[in-house]
């Protein structure tokens, strides 16, 4: 059969190109118009160019922002102020500028890496004035930081209660530190630094009577120390830590105290906790301490709703029950009888109070109304 074109289609001529391409014998490429090359060129170059500009632009650098200005200090006002001696309202002292006022929020860039422990504590600010000796001689930095309650302002004056101190009547707490005289009244925790003075902390402690002085009356301090035994209560021992309790965080927000029995210290605490669910999580969590590092001993019979006791070389031996919301724990390193006797004394003056609470609770019931407020254990 053949093609219209008069020879079969087999029997054309054909050659191969290097492409490996079988084409005609007499098959040209077809050229591109020039114009259209062109064209095809400058939107190359165009491209190209639009590549290398958009992968070489970089962004603008960065604005360092501007800090943020200190405010005047000197300004701001507290209730805090007018506990502060002005000009020579301090017998043997002068304030040498007007006193400054640093909110919470700013504590940090006055006290340094001190301002956390404060800030922990919740304080509102602190009012600060700086004295010189009118004899010519002593200096002194006089702080009053404020708080939103007692228990915290206890919280960071009694956590400075460290190595050799001597307590001063004054109320409601206060003693002399190395270089530093504090005092704690209600929701004021005051500092006083300084030295050089001719007749020693005597001219520290004149200040502070000022301050104290024109500071209102304020409760005593918190209820829950009610709970410890006060025959072998070490005075003026006692603590309040919002950040940990034998050196653990899990029982922080502890009020603490120290005992001596014959001789031999030990370490108490107690946590109100929340609600009681929190109270076993947190007693649980000291258990697996001592079951980690230590061991656990034989619990003491009828002691809370539960409890236990452990030993280890490093952490001591430990006593802890929980009743209801509160854990109470004790520590030290000699025999386990004398911490079961402190939680044991502990567990029967919590049972008092709540006792007492319940005899009042009735006594104000009306007639024929039944006490609901009567705690689980006791249900």
Request: glycine share 10%; aromatic share 10%.
């Amino acid at each position: 059969m053949t093609e219209a074109f008069g020879a079969p289609a087999s029997s054309r001529p054909f050659r191969r190109h290097p492409a490996g391409e079988r084409r005609c014998a007499g098959w040209k490429p077809a050229e591109r118009p020039p114009g259209r090359r062109r064209s095809n060129i400058v939107l190359a170059a165009l491209c190209l160019a639009l590549v290398v500009a958009c992968g070489d632009r970089t962004p603008p650098p960065a604005v360092p922002k501007a800090p943020e200005p200190e405010p005047n200090y000197a300004a701001i006002d507290s209730p805090s102020l007018q506990f502060l001696p002005r000009h020579e309202e301090a017998p043997g002292w002068r304030l040498d500028e007007d006193p400054l006022v640093v909110p919470g929020d700013r504590i940090g860039s006055y006290l340094g890496g001190e301002g956390a422990s404060f800030v922990r504590y919740e304080v509102i600010d602190v009012a600060s004035g700086k004295y010189s000796g009118t004899s010519g001689r002593g200096f002194a930095t006089l702080e009053i930081f404020r708080f939103p309650d007692f228990v915290k302002a206890f919280g960071a004056y009694s956590m400075r209660k460290q190595g050799p101190i001597q307590f001063l009547p004054i109320e409601n707490e206060a003693f002399l530190g190395k270089h530093s005289l504090h005092l704690w009244r209600g929701p004021f925790y005051v500092r006083i630094t300084g030295g050089d003075t001719p007749d020693g902390f005597a001219a520290l402690q004149r200040l502070a009577n000022v301050v104290a002085e024109r500071m209102p009356p304020a409760p005593g301090k918190p209820a829950v120390f009610n709970f410890f035994p006060v025959d072998t209560r070490v005075p003026n021992s006692e603590r309040f830590s919002a950040e940990q309790g034998f050196g653990q965080t899990f029982l922080g927000n502890s009020f603490q105290a120290t005992f001596n029995i014959g001789g031999d210290p030990m370490e108490g605490l107690i946590i109100p906790a929340s609600n009681k669910a929190t109270a076993a999580q947190i007693i649980e969590a000291y258990r697996a301490l001592y079951t980690r590092n230590g061991k656990l001993t034989d619990p003491i019979p009828n002691l809370g709703e539960e409890n236990f006791t452990a030993e280890d070389k490093y952490l001591g031996r430990a006593v802890a029950f929980r009743l209801d919301r509160f854990v109470i724990a004790f520590n030290g390193f000699k025999e386990r009888q004398k911490l079961a006797d402190l939680a044991i004394a502990t567990d029967a003056r919590i049972l008092g109070s709540i006792r007492k609470q319940l005899v009042r609770a009735d006594d104000t019931s009306a007639p024929g109304e039944t006490n609901t407020n009567v705690p689980p254990w006791r249900r």
